[in-house]
């Protein structure tokens, strides 16, 4: 069982807007930056959004992050097929002393 | 081109040893923090360890401390990591991954270890 809570699929079409969320706590979301990661298909993982909501370069800015309180949230407009792909939320938790993942979201596009 | 390759990975049998390595290129290693994560098979992610810049600094995930210890040689350019006493739970594909932006800002492709008897 993850630390930070992550849906385990979303779904959309092309061109649609979908939205995964991270739930977490006091001790991680609630007082440390939250980073995403995209992992396509048979491939390394590759940072998304990092510091909730900065993207680095080279990032479409069809993504997106966003945080409230302990839980945060990535945004992916305009939906293409090639955002098939899982996505995993992390950060720095304080009370364990450890970075955190979520258990990941695998985003089809249908 | 920013580059992290790891190598090392294999078949090992419980209670066995390995050292992953992990060579990077591309960027000033000595001036970056460095971490391993983990994948288990149809899994998610999972951190182990980080060392900071200079090697005087380590942490790791309590289900690896005692058993594997992170170092580095920054004149060599490579990170390792030596895993001991390994478990069936230990195996999976091993990223490294360059801290940046308080992230994980570069992977590898990964280095797959196979504990088994």
């Known amino acids: 069982q993850s630390v930070l809570t992550q849906p385990p699929s979303a779904s959309g079409t092309p061109g649609q807007r979908v939205t995964i969320s991270c739930s977490g706590s006091?001790?991680?979301?609630?007082?440390?930056?939250v980073n995403w990661y995209q992992q396509l298909p048979g491939s390394a993982p590759k940072l998304l959004i990092y510091?909730?909501?900065q993207r680095p370069s080279g990032v479409p800015d069809r993504f997106s992050g966003s945080k409230s309180g302990t839980s945060a949230s990535l945004a992916i407009s305009g939906l293409h097929s090639e955002d098939e792909a899982d996505y995993y939320c992390s950060a720095w938790d304080d009370s364990l002393n450890a970075w955190v993942f979520g258990g990941g979201t695998k985003l089809t596009v249908l | 081109e920013v580059q992290l390759v790891e190598s090392g990975g294999g078949l090992v049998q419980p209670g066995g040893s390995l050292r992953l390595s992990c060579a990077a290129s591309?960027?000033?290693?000595?001036?970056?923090?460095m971490h391993w994560v983990r994948q288990a098979p149809g899994k998610g992610l999972v951190w182990i360890s980080y060392i900071n810049s200079d090697g005087s600094r380590t942490n790791y995930a309590d289900s690896v401390k005692g058993r594997f210890t992170i170092s580095r040689d920054n004149a060599k350019n490579t990170l390792y990591l030596q895993m001991n006493s390994l478990r069936a739970e230990d195996t999976a594909l091993y990223y490294c991954?360059?801290?940046?932006?308080?992230?994980?800002?570069?992977w590898g492709q990964g280095t797959m270890v196979t504990v088994s008897s």
């Open positions: 591309g960027f000033t290693f000595s001036n970056d923090w």
């Open positions: 991954a360059r801290g940046a932006k308080n992230a994980f800002g570069i």
């Open positions: 006091s001790s991680n979301i609630g007082i440390k930056t």
């Open positions: 510091s909730d909501n």
